[in-house]
């Protein structure tokens, strides 16, 4: 199937906003998304944006019964490391059911990886929760090294009130 | 000991560089940096900048032998979850040895949580090796969720040959 991957607009956040509530839907944690479309406007489409996105869109006459074109997203930002310098960060890979298996999330995260390389970043990252077999193995087979089984690395998290206490916890100015 | 965390300023960056390096050599790992600090300075401190930095200056009478003040920094950039919206990710915490223990640690991470709150972040998150067992413990004590152990998190990576092969696959415009 035809399909074009380009960046997102600021038109796009409905779609991505859809498309962020279908995966969480399918992952039973629809009750976990706090984010509006109005948050990805404002968030992506700022000077200094928190983020970039990517969308994948296929022609009209394949568009869905909801009649949606806009049918996968890739959602990255850039972050840093101190000994290797840029690097591109993918959050989220999404393709609707439908229009799996014709290479589409693949030609997402090639994207993402080519627009990293672009503006010089020597690594793309990513999470992955190891009982989702499916896609720890897609990306492994994509050549991704799994740091975590291999170096040891754990992903830690404040949040919510222990994120308030230690921020109260700040040196004055 | 009186400290004061400030935002590091292009002209910190040989500072910073002389840390990122203290630490590596520490750990046996001096080969694997190949940041310079002009790279900091052009990564940190240009428009769109990625990442941002803290450190922790001491006064003159405290310097160290070698003559310096600059004794700890927090690198860190923001990143964004779709299901939650902005956050601040901590890159490197680091004190100087001698400097540790007087709570210049704490004091940096928690004004990265309070600069991370200011700017609307709902969560600090960073990566630790599980053999890092004081680094590990100190985190937990403040309040940190290891999301890899409560949750099976694994942080993948694409780099190198497996990089430019995938940014290769990525569809024409």
Redesign the interface.
């Known amino acids: 199937m035809h ?4 960046a997102a607009a600021k038109e796009d956040c409905k779609d991505i906003s859809r498309m ?1 509530m279908e995966l ?1 839907v399918y992952e039973n ?1 629809a009750d ?4 509006s479309h109005e ?1 990805l406007e404002r ?2 489409f700022s000077p ?1 944006p ?2 970039e996105c990517l969308i994948a869109e296929v022609p009209d006459e394949h568009k869905t019964k909801d009649g949606y074109t806009v049918v996968g997203y890739a ?1 990255y ?10 690097s591109v ?1 993918m ?2 890979l999404y393709v609707m059911p439908d229009f799996r298996g014709k290479g589409i999330g ?2 997402l ?3 993402v ?2 627009v ?2 672009e503006k010089q970043c ?10 989702n077999k499916p896609s ?1 193995d897609f ?2 087979a ?8 291999k ?21 004055k ?1």
């Open positions: 399909f074009k991957v380009r962020i969480a944690m976990q998304v706090k984010t948050d968030d992506g200094n928190f983020y959602l930002f850039y972050t840093y490391s101190t000994w290797k310098g840029r960060y959050e989220d693949t030609g995260m090639a994207k990886a080519q990293g390389v020597v690594r793309l990252q990513l999470s992955v929760l190891e009982w720890l990306y492994i994509k050549g991704a090294e799994d740091l975590t089984a170096e040891g690395w754990h992903f830690l998290r404040f949040h919510g009130q222990t994120l308030d206490t230690l921020a109260k916890e700040a040196p100015d």
